[in-house]
């Protein structure tokens, strides 16, 4: 079973910049997907960006030029890189990783809010 935590999350006003991190508690070398996902409040979750273990990088339209994705094999890290933040972006963030012998694993989660 493997575990995640993620960390970096806090207050932060419009325009500033926040770095989320996730640690695994196993090797990350050979997890195919690693995403990072939100959810604001009475909203549903939604993918925010997802990176390969090739390095292929996905982001959401809402995010593109503002969020950075990358991971740490070495660290069993995951990162999301957050730059000129929106009183939209507030939500809490999860950490996904799989498939890991078919499962696929989330976070607790770790809140983000951005003030206007």
């Known amino acids: 079973q493997v575990q995640l935590v993620e960390s970096g999350g806090g207050l932060v006003q419009a325009g500033g910049s926040l770095r989320l991190s996730c640690a695994a508690s196993?090797?990350?070398?050979?997890?195919?997907?690693m995403g990072w996902y939100r959810q604001a409040p009475g909203k549903q979750r939604e993918l925010v960006a997802a990176?390969?273990?090739?390095?292929?990088?996905n982001y959401a339209d809402f995010v593109k030029g503002r969020f950075t994705i990358s991971r740490d094999n070495a660290k069993n890290t995951l990162y999301l890189q957050m730059n000129s933040l929106k009183s939209e972006d507030t939500a809490v963030y999860y950490c996904?990783?799989?498939?890991?012998?078919?499962?696929?694993?989330w976070g607790k989660g770790t809140l983000v809010t951005v003030s206007s």
């Open positions: 996904n990783i799989g498939p890991v012998s078919g499962m696929y694993y």
């Open positions: 196993g090797s990350i070398v050979s997890i195919n997907r």
């Open positions: 990176i390969s273990s090739g390095g292929s990088r």
